[in-house]
T-cell receptor, first 114, second 112 residues
């Protein structure tokens, strides 16, 4: 199957700092990528759709100024959590669709904000 | 009503048995249905997708879809301890495309 990578796999930061998470499609081009957040024992919640060459589309309730998304190329999307706070601690997962309507997930980034 | 509902479990089955996982969805116009497996601390991995009513088999896995009942299930035959994970049901909406709604998942334990 298609390969999607994320970096870093985990990060610990102090409250108030910003954290950037990268999502790359390694063997295919992705004009669209998705960013999800998953809290413990809960399901994946779609945060935003990242579009190459245009602005991201955010889901209701997700602050676009706090979660900055940049789709820099056909293989890279970044999510920056600005001024992170402990309640932003979560598992962040990106995905990219490959044809049809299936999508492949990156390995996830576990963010802990102290 | 949640858009995609699953029994949270845990569902416990003995090794070698059939595990049956169920999911219902609210959007009658949904087009595509997926089962993902998620191990603790890992991201989901796609097991199967199904688009048409009926059964779809892939190895030990069988997905079943009944659009009239808005119901999709996953059967795992000859369950193995390595199958122990959370299984996420996911549905793409009536508009097609890639916006996927996930259920909360069912935790499966396969006892050796």
């Amino acid at each position: 199957g298609a390969v999607v990578s994320q970096h870093p796999s985990w990060v610990i930061c102090k409250s108030g700092t910003s954290v950037k998470i990268e999502c790359r499609s390694l063997d295919f081009q992705a004009t669209t990528m998705f960013w999800y957040r998953q809290f413990p024992k809960q399901s994946l919640m779609l945060m935003a759709t990242s579009n190459e060459g245009s602005k991201a589309t955010y889901e209701q309730g997700v602050e676009k100024d706090k979660f900055l998304i940049n789709h820099a190329s056909l293989t890279l999307s970044t999510l920056t959590v600005t001024s992170a706070h402990p309640e932003d601690s979560s598992f962040y997962i990106c995905s990219a669709p490959t044809g049809a309507d299936t999508q492949y997930f990156g390995p996830g980034t576990r963010l802990t904000v102290l | 009503q949640k858009e995609v509902e699953q029994n949270s479990g845990p569902l416990s089955v003995p090794e070698g048995a059939i595990a049956s996982l169920n999911c219902t969805y609210s959007d009658r116009g949904s087009q595509s249905f997926f089962w993902y497996r998620q191990y603790s601390g890992k991201s989901p991995e796609l097991i199967m997708f199904i688009y048409s009513n009926g059964d779809k088999e892939d190895g030990r896995f069988t997905a079943q879809l009944n659009k009239a009942s808005q119901y999709v299930s996953l059967l795992i035959r000859d369950s193995q301890p390595s199958d122990s994970a959370t299984y996420l049901c996911a549905v793409n909406g009536a508009g097609g495309g890639f916006k996927t709604i996930f259920g909360a998942g069912t935790r499966l334990f396969v006892k050796a």
